[in-house]
């Protein structure tokens, strides 16, 4: 459903282009770790990733799974709902292993939320949070980075300034991009695995940004 929906509105919103670094399809069992700057971007990762013939499973927020119909379908789909701050956050890198060992794409963000500022640039990924790597390491799954940019175009600022740009995004049709790097393995310790997931990922966003040079702040 999520897959369905990002491919239906995104277009409308406005115009994604993909670009890969290799010309392999994102192999069964690996885990996509986009850089998060808007509430639009799960949009567009989905509509890329659906492009490029993957259907993944999406670790959210769990506060998701309240909403009536919406939490019912997200479970039906194998989605796994992330409980931030609680002690059963953990529990969401287990059931992603198991997404992984039973072959499924797992996307992940590193950064866990969201940036707060109101302008609509793009900036480099934040500070990652561990569970990309304790997920990594635990399973040997290979992480492909996913860079994208013009996001924050479509929704970002004050609430009003969010809905407005929601609902102007179809008139402006902004041009948004995502761009898939090369898969790798993480090695090392904790911290030296989290430094080389966050480089891999900001080299992938440096290279969505070079197709947008207009999002960035002058």
């Known amino acids: 459903m999520l897959s369905t929906f990002a491919r239906t509105v995104v277009p409308f919103l406005g115009h994604l282009t993909v670009t890969t670094a290799t010309s392999r399809a994102i192999a069964p069992g690996s885990i996509v770790a986009p850089n998060h700057t808007a509430l639009a971007d799960p949009a567009l990762v989905l509509a890329a990733l659906h492009r490029l013939g993957t259907e993944p499973v ?10 009536p ?9 194998g989605h796994i709902p992330v409980h931030r701050g609680s002690r059963s956050a953990a529990a969401a890198l287990d059931l992603a292993a198991e997404a992984l060992a039973a072959g499924r ?15 609509s640039t793009d900036r480099e990924p934040g500070h990652f949070r561990t569970g990309l790597a304790r997920l990594a390491l635990a399973t040997g799954a290979p992480v492909v980075p996913l860079g994208h940019a013009g996001a924050r175009r479509i929704v970002s600022g004050s609430r009003l300034k969010q809905l407005s740009g929601i609902a102007t995004a179809p008139l402006r049709r902004p041009d948004l991009h995502i761009h898939l790097g090369e898969p790798f393995h993480l090695t090392g310790d904790m911290t030296e695995a989290t430094a080389h997931a966050r480089t891999a990922v900001h080299e992938a966003w440096r290279q969505a940004v070079s197709h947008l040079p207009s999002v960035l702040p002058t």
């Open 69 to 77: 119909v919406l939490g019912r379908r997200l479970t039906r789909e």
């Open 58 to 67: 999406v670790l959210a927020t769990a506060g998701l799974w309240r909403i």
């Open 105 to 119: 794409v797992v996307v992940l963000y590193p950064e866990g939320g969201l940036p707060r500022r109101r302008d």
